[in-house]
């Protein structure tokens, strides 16, 4: 124990001498310094040469800074720059493109688009949907906006006119302001399709129902509003109606108008709307209701056997009168059987009000109706087949030239089927025959 305590007090001897070999070397190198003759300066000489070398020191001093700095940046990392992205789901589908700005463009997105052509502002467009090239490249499908200056001038002055005139030269309209003016917008069902690279920012679009809604409108920064839509290829407006299944406006087909900007004529607007008649209640189940436009010519509800009964009776009797006038039996069966003396039964049978004993004494006195065929004349007769032969079937023509007498071009056309029938009926043509028949009044 002993021995080990004195191994420890040998060893703080040497600590201490180590110690105060150290501090005398210290005190040495102080009193070195303090005796250095000092540098002397006089007003002129003295603070000029002190001041140059406090500024070659300050130089000296920046030099370094600015070496210092340098080697920093160099040494520094620069951040790696974002790329363009998409995000799309499970099913492949693509729901956003992220930009490098961190800008995210999503289907139904108002947005604008670079135009290629110079001094033109961007495109109006809304982004329909996403799609990828064969070469990966993102596509998007987009519906074009116009603006008023992509719609024809001529256009777009008769729709002011038009809206002048309704609303009291304009005093009421908002469209008058020339900011909110360049706002308006003309939606379209056009589709194009883009590279979404060609996307330069997001805009809000509002839709109004009329120029009066579209008071609350405010111009604000990228902020636009429309009313009407606008077709280029067919130059139609249309009114939009909301509340479709999407929420959003749609095509109104039944209150679209053409703007024929060739003839100034506009279209649209309540005063070129048809004014619709009062509501007629619907016509009772026994056909009682006659409008003023209508003549009622036959009542069903006449009984089977009675009717046929009475047709009989005035087939008859037209069959009488015509064997009378011919003078043979066929004559006869021929007026029996023809439709117009059916049609004169039931007409005559109408006007008695469906009393069988009244039409059947009216028939007596004209069982059979005058015939196209006695209403001509034989030299009309002549004309008519004279028409025929140079002019054909143009019964206009024929009725101006030779028959000016008669009354409608339809009357021509049933006395041609009624010639025609008779003259193949005993094998002629009228065509190629320059004769006519010796009688043609008669059957």
Same mark, same amino acid.
């Given at each position: ?50 001041? =140059?070398?406090?500024?070659? #020191? ?12 340098? &080697? ?20 492949? #589908? ?19 688009? #670079? ?19 064969? $070469? ?32 009291? &030269? @304009? ?48 111009? $604000? ?13 067919? $130059? ?24 024929? &900007? ?25 056909? @009682? ?22 047709? $009989? ?13 011919? @003078? ?22 109408? =006007?008695?009000?469906?009393?069988? !004993? ?28 004279? @028409? ?27 006395? #041609? ?9 005993? !094998? !002629? ?15």
């Amino acid at each position: 124990m002993t021995a080990d305590k004195e191994k420890d007090k040998d060893k703080e001897k040497d600590r201490d001498r180590d110690r105060d070999k150290e501090r005398d070397k210290r005190d040495k190198a102080r009193e070195s310094e303090n005796s250095r003759p000092r540098r002397s300066c006089t007003l002129e000489g003295g603070a000029k040469n002190y001041a =140059e070398s406090d500024h070659s #020191e300050d130089e000296d001093n920046d030099n370094n800074s600015a070496t210092t700095e340098e &080697s920093t940046k160099k040494n520094k990392k620069k951040p790696p720059k974002k790329k363009s992205r998409y995000e799309r789901t499970d099913n492949g #589908e693509i729901t956003s493109f992220i930009t490098e700005d961190d800008v995210v463009y999503r289907p139904g997105d108002c947005v604008y688009i #670079e135009s290629r052509r110079p001094n033109t502002p961007y495109f109006i467009c809304s982004i329909q949907d996403f799609k990828l090239s064969k $070469r990966d490249h993102l596509l998007m499908n987009v519906k074009w906006y116009y603006r008023q200056s992509e719609v024809p001038d001529s256009v777009y002055q008769h729709l002011v006119q038009d809206r002048h005139n309704e609303n009291d &030269s @304009g005093r009421e309209l908002v469209i008058t302001d020339p900011v909110i003016k360049n706002r308006e917008l003309f939606i379209s069902d056009y589709v194009d399709t883009y590279h979404a690279a060609a996307l330069r920012g997001k805009c809000n679009i509002s839709h109004f129902s009329d120029i009066f809604a579209a008071r609350e409108f405010k111009a $604000r920064v990228d902020s636009f509003f429309y009313i009407l839509g606008y077709n280029p290829e067919t $130059r139609f407006l249309h009114y939009l109606s909301c509340g479709g299944d999407d929420g959003l406006p749609f095509w109104d087909k039944q209150h679209s108008w053409r703007l024929n &900007s060739t003839q100034g004529e506009i279209r649209v607007g309540p005063s070129h709307q048809a004014k619709l008649p009062d509501l007629q209640p619907f016509p009772s189940p026994d056909g @009682g209701t006659v409008t003023q436009h209508e003549e009622l010519v036959w009542m069903p509800g006449v009984n089977d056997c009675d009717l046929l009964m009475y047709l $009989r009776a005035a087939r008859s009797m037209a069959a009488f009168a015509g064997m009378c006038d011919g @003078g043979s039996t066929e004559d006869g069966c021929v007026a029996a059987s023809r439709d117009d003396t059916t049609l004169n039964a039931l007409n005559t049978l109408h =006007e008695s009000n469906y009393d069988a !004993g009244k039409a059947l004494q009216r028939l007596v006195k004209k069982p059979v109706p005058k015939l196209i065929e006695k209403c001509w004349t034989e030299d009309e007769v002549k004309r008519f087949i004279k @028409g025929l032969r140079q002019y054909g079937k143009n019964f206009f023509r024929i009725r101006k030239e030779l028959l000016p007498n008669k009354e409608t071009e339809t009357n021509l056309a049933k006395a #041609e089927s009624l010639f025609i029938t008779r003259i193949a009926a005993v !094998g !002629g043509n009228w065509r190629n025959k320059s004769c006519q028949p010796k009688n043609p009044t008669k059957d």
